[in-house]
């Protein structure tokens, strides 16, 4: 049986699913709100007032827990050199090549730079949804303000579902992360093919 390395404790994988569940509800009460077309969705949250009413305090609540999940894995997610170096070695990394790639820590270069797309999307999506949020604050900015508002949360929202689709199919794909966020736990050679810098560190091997 391969040895089994903790890669993420029980409150760092709490902290993560309770961001996931509230960004696919804020998502989708956020579609439902965007066009028409979506509309259909409100029937998750009780009909279109409620929908209207509950997205925004999703929103805060996500961030605030997004803020959390940030500040436990800022260090581990500093860009460097080899980060760098493994982005203009993509083709190999779409290849399965990993052993053509400089070694990752903890977290690969793709992971590390959507994580700072969220570091800088999410406090977008509430700034941008304070201005616009009615009737609380909306009516203290002017019309000219709203309207930027009303595109940069657009905007910044549609980046970042692309940005997770990405995420969870790369989880899916590279067998064995999806594990790790559910039990903890990865392999040791999981470990040391796809993170070997982190690998090392963990085992002193």
């Not at 902290?15 to 969705?41: D, E, K, Q, R």
Request: aromatic residues 16%; proline residues 4%; hydrophobic residues 55%.
């Amino acid at each position: 049986m391969s040895t089994m390395i903790q890669r993420y404790t029980a409150r760092e994988r709490n902290n993560h699913w309770v961001v996931a569940i509230l960004f696919v509800l804020a998502g989708l009460s956020g579609l439902a709100l965007f066009h028409p077309a979506f509309f259909f969705l409100t029937n998750l949250f009780g009909g279109g007032p409620w929908t209207r009413i509950l997205h925004p305090f999703i929103g805060v609540v996500m961030f605030l827990c997004f803020v959390a999940l940030a500040a436990r894995f800022w260090g581990a997610n500093r860009i460097s050199s080899a980060d760098r170096q493994w982005m203009k070695q993509f083709d190999d990394m779409v290849r399965n090549r990993d052993q053509n790639l400089p070694e990752q820590g903890k977290f690969n270069a793709g992971q590390k730079y959507l994580f700072w797309s969220l570091v800088v999307g999410i406090p977008l999506l509430l700034i941008s949804g304070i201005v616009i949020w009615q009737p609380w604050f909306a009516p203290f900015f002017p019309i000219w303000l709203m309207r930027v508002a009303v595109v940069v949360h657009a905007l910044a929202a549609w980046i970042m579902i692309l940005g997770i689709v990405v995420h969870v199919y790369a989880a899916i794909w590279v067998k064995g992360s999806v594990r790790a966020m559910t039990r903890g736990t990865v392999s040791a050679a999981w470990a040391r093919h796809h993170h070997r810098a982190w690998y090392r560190d963990v085992t002193g091997k």
